[in-house]
């Protein structure tokens, strides 16, 4: 997870979407992905709750 994770805060630093919205960013950058929407979501809600929690990447 972490390499999602860091490409995920990555991409929230950039500011070019709402973290809401990072479910393509995500298919698109890992081909593993962009046929399994269902498995990008799963990672960017666990994403969400660490960073909720005060975790970093």
């Known amino acids: 997870m972490k390499k999602y ?9 950039s500011g070019v979407t709402n973290m809401y919205g990072a479910v393509p960013y995500l298919q698109q950058e890992f081909p593993e992905l962009s ?21 970093d990447a």
Not at 5 to 13: C, S, V
Not at 35 to 55: F, N, P, S, T
């Open 5 to 13: 994770f860091d490409y995920l805060d990555a991409l929230r630093e």
């Open 35 to 55: 046929y399994d929407h269902a498995q990008a979501v799963y990672i960017l809600r666990e994403w969400m709750a660490h960073r909720q929690k005060g975790g």
